[in-house]
């Protein structure tokens, strides 16, 4: 694979900064991850640091150069930062309720796939042009996303996160095949609700990656600096040729509950035990393998032990 990253980050005018950010490198794949911790409930520097490091061990354990079901993983690495965190505020000594929101994007075999929640944004950039972004999970997002149609969101403002009392809304991007020159970013709402698009582009097309990200954040800050929020950018520009054959795959950006992950591991687990036999579950046919699921939640009880580790630290 051959590609480049930059993250920059900025406190802008606020005490602190809880954004996060981290790119995971593996031999045949890479995830990058983003989180933004809400500053209106306590602890969201927390939230936001245990959801990189929840996405970030469960990456690394994976032992299959390749992850046979990425959305599916993605969708539960969510799910499962969502349970550390609400288990973190439930024994800590403080009285904190932290939550953050989160994207998330692996990247293998020349495809990307993401997934989602809250109001920070990915970004796909092609020929210097917007391909695709993410829906913000707020009223005002998706009432421009459907206009003239009808929004159960009261307000506009965010919904939905990873953390606090309800169970997220994960939104899981289309399979997308990348050429050369493309570039994706991940950022902050500080990032997009800052600058226009088309001149964020300009940054993202800078032939020094690193430079431009810290010029955007410098040109942002400057431009608001008594009321700046956190900033943050993940920019990453594929320099590899495009899978053989293959443009778009063209799946529906889809909005998945929390039941529906875990009861799509539980029926995957069902179906491969009848249809399966001895048989090798590619032979099978099958979404996920019996390794797999095994492999899965080994990372995710590691996950678990980790964050305890972590509980009993601070």
């Given at each position: ?13 606020r005490k602190y900064n809880q954004d ?295």
């Amino acid at each position: 694979m051959k590609y480049r990253y930059a993250i920059s980050t900025a406190t802008g005018a606020r005490k602190y900064n809880q954004d996060r950010a981290a790119c995971m490198e593996g031999d045949q794949s890479v995830l990058l991850i983003l989180g933004d911790g809400l500053g209106g409930h306590a602890g969201g520097d927390i939230a936001a640091d245990l959801l990189v490091d929840t996405a970030s061990r469960a990456f690394l354990k994976i032992r299959t150069p390749v992850i046979s079901e990425p959305s599916l993983f993605l969708a539960l690495i969510l799910q499962h930062a969502h349970r550390a965190i609400n288990s973190y505020a439930r024994h800590s000594e403080e009285n904190i309720d932290p939550r953050t929101t989160a994207v998330l994007c692996l990247i293998q075999n020349g495809y990307a796939y993401w997934a989602h929640a809250g109001d920070s944004r990915l970004y796909l950039f092609r020929n210097s042009s917007q391909l695709t972004r993410t829906l913000d999970h707020t009223g005002r997002d998706q009432a421009r996303a459907n206009p003239g149609g009808s929004n159960s969101y009261s307000g506009t403002g965010l919904f939905n996160c990873i953390g606090g009392n309800h169970r997220p809304q994960i939104t899981l991007g289309p399979e997308i095949a990348l050429q050369r020159g493309d570039r994706i970013m991940l950022c902050s709402d500080g990032v997009w609700q800052g600058m226009p698009t088309d001149e964020i582009v300009e940054y993202l097309y800078k032939e020094d990656l690193e430079a431009g990200a810290d010029e955007m954040l410098e040109e942002i800050t400057r431009r608001h600096r008594k009321k700046c929020d956190n900033v943050t950018v993940l920019a990453f520009t594929w320099d590899d040729r495009s899978p053989p054959g293959q443009n778009m795959r063209h799946e529906t950006i889809r909005d998945v509950p929390a039941e529906q992950v875990w009861q799509e591991v539980r029926e995957s687990e069902i179906r491969m035990k009848k249809i399966m036999g001895h048989k090798p579950a590619k032979e099978a046919g099958a979404g996920i393998s019996h390794a797999d699921l095994s492999e899965l939640d080994s990372v995710l009880s590691e996950v678990e032990s980790f964050v305890k580790r972590l509980e009993s630290q601070r």
